[in-house]
């Protein structure tokens, strides 16, 4: 259901018992003959009643209901029972007089007793209900006197006072006792209640006078229109206004409740002791009548005095209790506050140490409010962002941020992100990484803990550097190892086709040529033979010539035959006449360099003179080794076009594998090989090995150059 239609049902509600009331008023007023109005009284009070006692009982499970609707629910409904009864009596048209059956009206004080004994203790404490109740009963009986020097008829027996007496108790107590409650706790629902009930009050009061005086014959419009009203009246106010928690009893919050209260109680007493007085004549009262008004009007005043002693000697008792409790607190409080300056101390001391340990801590701490403004930096802390202390307290974060020289986004979010980096005037960026935990207090605070993780982060780096150059090596390494083995295959299959197309196909002919020479001998033919013979020598002479080629592509002869330097001149003389470029040499040799070292050197130089005619454009080339003691070097330059040394694992991954070749021979022989290479500036290749090794692994061709 929702909120506008649980709103709207109450207010429905109220306007059906208004309509209810309404209705029955103006049939009341309607009714034209006095017999049928007496009839038409009793019988509306009576279903006015039973609709206002439904009406209430639907109330008692409604958030906010009265606290007193079962009670005033009974009260209605015996109102209800007793307009029945008189309905009835009028029905039959039997007079109604005063008789001892008068008394039955007292239990309407069973359910209206009920209701106030609910209210008095939810809203009362226990200290002032005993006053209050003792008040409330003063002015009960004050105004149940006066009502009845009001209804009793003068000269009235017995019976008649006793009637009288019913009326002006029932009515007294109904007013008094919801007077009380509406003053001390005025709320719309206690207000509404009162003057309900009060207007109940009046029609009783009218109504006993009338019954008294036997002239009630249920044809009274103010009185029957009340009482027609009373039960709608309550189930509206019961669902227009609800009731508010009780507040917890204690003492009252209006100052003018409790005067007021013991006022009325008294200015009643002897406004109801002067009645007596002055119309126990006229009312023509006896002297058994007015001694007993009197007697119970003044054990009223004599209780609210006993009250008030009581009261005062509690009063007087709870505060010399209170002062020997004060004394005792008092010297509790003493030792308290000796414990309290030893308590001190050691907070003192425990804050020293904790301040210390604050300024002391390698890591920097700074200390924030809910607001991120900073309200305390160890000198850790300054020291990383280089700011004093004095120019970041109380500022926000987002202000040092600011103020730090080399700090980025990062840094602004440190405290949320636990990352951030300030980046050095010098180079070297300051990396850093935050913890932060709350501090419960109030108001709240957090401690952010800053370290420096510069030192691992560089760490870190240059390990992920080193992990990934070592992939790229692993897969450059593996590419060439590849490469290599297809060249090493590539290399056997030209030497087995060289052999076959060549030498083995000479050698062949030759011995067929060799049979058809014996042939030609056996046959005489001499001559023939010879010629035979000798071209023969002449074929075996080339093949062994191509042989000799195919020898010095696996070891080139001038290497074999004069060493490496007149090899290396040689070679780059021919390069330089062949590529139509500017050639320097220049070689010293201190130490004698081993055979294997040498055909590495002179394979290096060849292949990167084969580098450099096929990409480099050069005008100019130089070639320079140098071996002492120790090492030799190799140096291969030119002018040419260059690269960029970022593509060298492109140009594996194409293929072009001459340096990774020359890179790898190198580095197994245990040497360095550095290639330096700018677009535009020409490239250097420098090799150096050691003479205490040797290359290992297969003899690199001039065709594995890129």
Same mark, same amino acid.
């Given at each position: %259901?929702s909120d506008?239609?649980?709103?709207r049902?109450?207010?429905?509600a109220?306007?059906?018992?208004?309509?209810?009331?309404?209705?029955?008023?103006? !049939?009341?007023?309607?009714t034209?003959?006095?017999?049928?109005?007496?009839?038409?009284?009793?019988?509306?009070?009576?279903?006015?009643?039973?609709?206002g006692?439904?009406?209430? %009982?639907g109330t008692?499970?409604?958030e !906010?209901?009265?606290?007193?609707?079962?009670?005033?629910a009974?009260a209605?409904?015996?109102?209800?029972?007793a307009?029945?009864?008189?309905f009835?009596?009028?029905?039959?048209?039997?007079? &109604?007089?005063?008789?001892?059956?008068d008394?039955?009206?007292?239990?309407?004080?069973?359910?209206?007793?009920?209701?106030?004994?609910?209210e008095?203790?939810?809203h009362?404490?226990?200290?002032d209900?005993r006053?209050?109740a003792?008040?409330?009963a003063l002015?009960?009986?004050?105004?149940?006197?006066?009502?009845?020097?009001?209804?009793?008829?003068?000269?009235?027996?017995?019976?008649?006072?006793?009637?009288?007496?019913?009326?002006a108790?029932?009515?007294?107590?109904?007013?008094?006792?919801?007077?009380?409650?509406?003053?001390?706790?005025p709320s719309?629902?206690?207000?509404a209640?009162?003057?309900?009930?009060?207007?109940?009050?009046?029609?009783t009061?009218a %109504?006993?006078?009338?019954?008294?005086?036997?002239?009630?014959?249920?044809?009274?419009?103010a009185?029957?229109?009340t009482?027609?009203?009373?039960?709608?009246?309550?189930?509206?106010?019961?669902?227009?206004?609800?009731?508010?928690?009780?507040?917890?009893p /204690?003492?009252?919050?209006?100052?003018?409740?409790?005067p007021?209260?013991t006022?009325?109680?008294?200015?009643?007493?002897?406004?109801?002791?002067?009645?007596?007085?002055s119309?126990d004549?006229?009312?023509?009262l006896?002297?058994?009548?007015s001694?007993?008004?009197?007697?119970?009007?003044?054990?009223?005043v004599?209780?609210?005095?006993?009250?008030n002693?009581?009261?005062?000697?509690?009063?007087?008792?709870?505060?010399?209790?209170a002062?020997?409790?004060?004394?005792?607190?008092?010297?509790?409080?003493?030792?308290?506050?000796d414990?309290?300056r030893?308590t001190?101390?050691?907070?003192?001391q425990?804050?020293?140490?904790?301040?210390?340990v604050?300024?002391?801590a390698?890591?920097?701490?700074?200390e924030l409010?809910h607001?991120?403004?900073?309200?305390?930096?160890?000198?850790?802390f300054?020291?990383?962002?280089?700011?004093?202390r004095?120019?970041?307290?109380g500022h926000?974060?987002?202000?040092?941020a600011?103020?730090?020289?080399?700090?980025?986004d990062?840094?602004a979010?440190?405290?949320?992100?636990?990352?951030g980096t300030?980046?050095?005037?010098?180079g070297?960026?300051l990396?850093?990484e935050?913890?932060?935990?709350?501090?419960?207090?109030t108001?709240?605070?957090?401690l952010?803990?800053?370290?420096?993780?510069?030192?691992?982060?560089?760490?870190?780096?240059?390990i992920?550097s080193?992990?990934?150059?070592?992939?790229?090596?692993?897969?450059d390494?593996?590419?060439?190892?590849?490469?290599t083995?297809?060249a090493i295959?590539a290399e056997?299959?030209?030497i087995?086709?060289d052999?076959?197309?060549?030498p083995?196909?000479?050698?062949?002919a030759?011995?067929?040529?060799?049979e058809?020479?014996l042939l030609?001998i056996?046959?005489?033919e001499?001559?023939?033979?010879i010629?035979?013979?000798?071209?023969?020598?002449?074929?075996?002479?080339?093949?062994?010539? !191509?042989?000799?080629?195919?020898m010095?592509?696996?070891?080139?002869?001038l290497l074999?035959?004069? /060493?490496?330097?007149?090899?290396?001149?040689?070679?780059?003389?021919?390069? /330089?006449t062949?590529?139509?470029v500017?050639a320097?040499?220049?070689?010293v040799?201190?130490?004698?360099i081993?055979e294997?070292?040498?055909?590495?050197?002179y394979?290096?130089?060849?292949?990167?003179l084969?580098?450099?005619?096929?990409?480099?454009?050069?005008?100019h080339?130089?070639?320079?080794?140098?071996?002492?003691q120790?090492?030799l070097?190799?140096?291969?330059?030119d002018?040419g076009?260059?690269?960029d040394?970022?593509?060298?694992r492109?140009f594996l991954?194409?293929?072009?594998?001459?340096l990774?070749?020359?890179?790898?021979?190198?580095?197994?022989?245990?040497g360095?090989f550095?290639?330096?290479?700018l677009? !535009?500036?020409g490239?250097?290749?420098?090799?150096? %090995?050691?003479?205490?090794?040797t290359? &290992?692994?297969?003899e690199?061709s001039?065709?594995?150059?890129?």
């Amino acid at each position: %259901m929702s909120d506008a239609s649980a709103l709207r049902r109450p207010r429905v509600a109220v306007l059906v018992l208004l309509l209810v009331a309404g209705a029955a008023v103006a !049939g009341y007023a309607l009714t034209p003959t006095r017999h049928a109005k007496e009839l038409a009284g009793q019988g509306l009070v009576f279903v006015t009643s039973l609709i206002g006692c439904a009406a209430i %009982m639907g109330t008692r499970k409604r958030e !906010g209901a009265w606290r007193t609707a079962p009670y005033l629910a009974t009260a209605i409904a015996l109102l209800a029972l007793a307009s029945a009864a008189l309905f009835v009596l009028d029905l039959r048209e039997q007079p &109604v007089k005063s008789g001892l059956f008068d008394l039955l009206f007292l239990l309407f004080l069973v359910p209206i007793l009920g209701a106030v004994h609910n209210e008095f203790v939810a809203h009362f404490s226990r200290e002032d209900r005993r006053e209050i109740a003792v008040d409330a009963a003063l002015i009960a009986a004050s105004l149940a006197a006066i009502c009845y020097l009001f209804i009793r008829p003068p000269g009235a027996d017995g019976v008649g006072s006793l009637s009288a007496g019913t009326f002006a108790i029932l009515a007294a107590v109904m007013f008094s006792a919801f007077g009380v409650l509406a003053l001390w706790a005025p709320s719309p629902a206690h207000l509404a209640q009162w003057v309900i009930l009060a207007a109940a009050s009046a029609a009783t009061v009218a %109504m006993g006078w009338e019954w008294t005086h036997g002239r009630f014959n249920g044809a009274f419009p103010a009185i029957d229109i009340t009482f027609m009203s009373v039960g709608p009246a309550l189930a509206a106010a019961m669902l227009l206004l609800p009731l508010r928690a009780p507040r917890r009893p /204690g003492p009252h919050p209006v100052r003018l409740a409790r005067p007021i209260l013991t006022s009325a109680s008294v200015i009643s007493a002897c406004a109801a002791l002067a009645a007596v007085a002055s119309l126990d004549e006229s009312r023509r009262l006896s002297d058994l009548q007015s001694g007993t008004l009197i007697a119970l009007l003044g054990l009223g005043v004599a209780a609210r005095i006993v009250a008030n002693q009581v009261r005062s000697t509690q009063a007087h008792s709870g505060a010399r209790h209170a002062l020997s409790e004060k004394e005792l607190a008092l010297s509790e409080a003493d030792m308290a506050l000796d414990r309290v300056r030893e308590t001190n101390e050691t907070l003192r001391q425990s804050e020293e140490h904790l301040r210390l340990v604050f300024e002391a801590a390698v890591d920097g701490i700074v200390e924030l409010d809910h607001r991120d403004v900073i309200l305390r930096a160890n000198d850790a802390f300054c020291g990383m962002v280089r700011i004093e202390r004095e120019s970041m307290e109380g500022h926000p974060w987002t202000a040092l941020a600011a103020s730090v020289g080399g700090s980025d986004d990062s840094f602004a979010s440190l405290p949320s992100t636990g990352q951030g980096t300030i980046q050095r005037p010098e180079g070297q960026p300051l990396y850093l990484e935050s913890r932060i935990s709350d501090v419960p207090m109030t108001p709240p605070r957090r401690l952010l803990l800053v370290r420096d993780v510069t030192a691992g982060r560089i760490a870190d780096q240059t390990i992920r550097s080193l992990f990934k150059f070592l992939q790229d090596r692993d897969e450059d390494r593996t590419r060439l190892l590849r490469r290599t083995n297809s060249a090493i295959e590539a290399e056997r299959n030209r030497i087995a086709r060289d052999l076959h197309d060549g030498p083995v196909q000479g050698v062949s002919a030759a011995s067929l040529s060799l049979e058809a020479a014996l042939l030609m001998i056996d046959a005489g033919e001499i001559e023939r033979g010879i010629e035979v013979l000798t071209k023969i020598r002449k074929e075996l002479a080339s093949e062994a010539d !191509g042989l000799r080629a195919l020898m010095s592509g696996l070891r080139p002869p001038l290497l074999e035959e004069r /060493g490496l330097i007149p090899a290396l001149r040689e070679t780059l003389a021919r390069f /330089g006449t062949d590529q139509g470029v500017d050639a320097r040499f220049s070689g010293v040799l201190g130490s004698e360099i081993p055979e294997d070292l040498e055909t590495l050197a002179y394979r290096v130089v060849q292949e990167a003179l084969s580098n450099a005619s096929k990409h480099a454009q050069a005008e100019h080339v130089t070639v320079s080794v140098e071996a002492d003691q120790s090492q030799l070097r190799l140096e291969v330059a030119d002018d040419g076009i260059g690269f960029d040394n970022g593509r060298a694992r492109e140009f594996l991954q194409m293929g072009r594998v001459g340096l990774a070749s020359m890179r790898e021979r190198v580095e197994l022989a245990s040497g360095t090989f550095v290639v330096r290479s700018l677009i !535009g500036r020409g490239t250097t290749i420098v090799a150096t %090995m050691p003479l205490d090794n040797t290359p &290992v692994g297969r003899e690199l061709s001039v065709n594995d150059a890129t």
